[in-house]
């Protein structure tokens, strides 16, 4: 009923607008049946039913920054540190090229050391040769200058994924360090769309001091910088982190943790609604709380999903949250898997498509 009057003719709408009032009443809504309908339909008359595979590279777990959320934040001394060699990452790089997945993901902790950034570009090129640069490469390897940006860029890497983690300057500066810097964050997605990047940017979801005013400032803050993927997650704690410690389990927030889960949800429907034509990715950290958490995000909205890649001895040691799925079967048994979970709620995958976000496409043509 809200929806007629702003829903009307929304396909040639470029700006479908909410208040964030209405925005609030809709995460307050125990099962907001009429908003998931709108999604599901918004869904099929826009990306359609098809979802996008992007296999997930964890190339290292070693991070420069300290976020108080982090598993695998700078001060977490009981981390394993690892880095993916070459051969480890092109041989993921061939499986997921041969399996038919369109494109991969390389994500790390971050850091911006000459040779760090040299490796990946050296790295890029051997995966565009080796894929016949048939494979998208998305790259979520966080801040970095300018020049490093446009060098990823032309060595091949034409996403990239960086999420705000919270678009409120204040949130944000509670939860890092104060040597970390919400300008600097908001700068680098300004300058990855400079550069012609199809920009993913996110926030998780159920922080602690987060409100759900926050939450709809999130998606007028998407909305505002006009991406074109997004990636939204549920906050888990992590017993090591000082977030965890000093906060514990027991925050203030009204987001607690059984209710972080209907409220991704939730806030994915409304982005498929306030942006119909981009990619919206259903997340590992939404499984880790259902085991069918990735189909239901899907079948109200996402359009996108990361199976893990990263192989399993180092994956034990990419946990950036408790009780996050390491899955143990073997490649193939995950897909065959997912194609009949995802058919149960009227999904495919849509096998060697790189699946550019529309959104993106529109822009550029
Ligand atoms: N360092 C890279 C990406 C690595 S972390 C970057 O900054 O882009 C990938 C994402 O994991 C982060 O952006 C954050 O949103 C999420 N994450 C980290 N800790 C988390 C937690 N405790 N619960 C849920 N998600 C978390």
Redesign the pocket.
Known sequence: MFFQVFLRNFVTVKCVTMNKALIIDYLNHPNPIDLFEKAKQIKSETVGNKVYLRGLIEYSNR?A?D?Y????RASNKKVLRYQMNDQAVLEAVEYAYHKGFGSVVL????RQSQEFTQNIEALLKKIMTLTNNEIGITL????QSEDTYRRWHDAGAKRY???I?TSNKALYEKLHPKNHNYGARLKSLQTLKKLNFQVGT???IGLPYQTLEHLAEDLHFFQDMDVDMV?M??????AD?P?YETVGARHASPLQIENRFDLTLKMIALLRILMPTINIAA?T?LQTLDPFGREKAIEIGSNVIMPNLTPLKYRENYF???GKTVVRDTFDDTVTDLEARLARVGAEIGYNLQGDSLHFKMKSA
């Open positions: 991070c920054k976020c959320y982090c598993g695998i994500q790390s902790g971050e979520s390897l966080g801040e994924l960086l999420r983690e996110g926030v998780m990636g997650g549920p906050y888990i704690e992590h982190t977030l997340t950290a950036l949250y408790d």
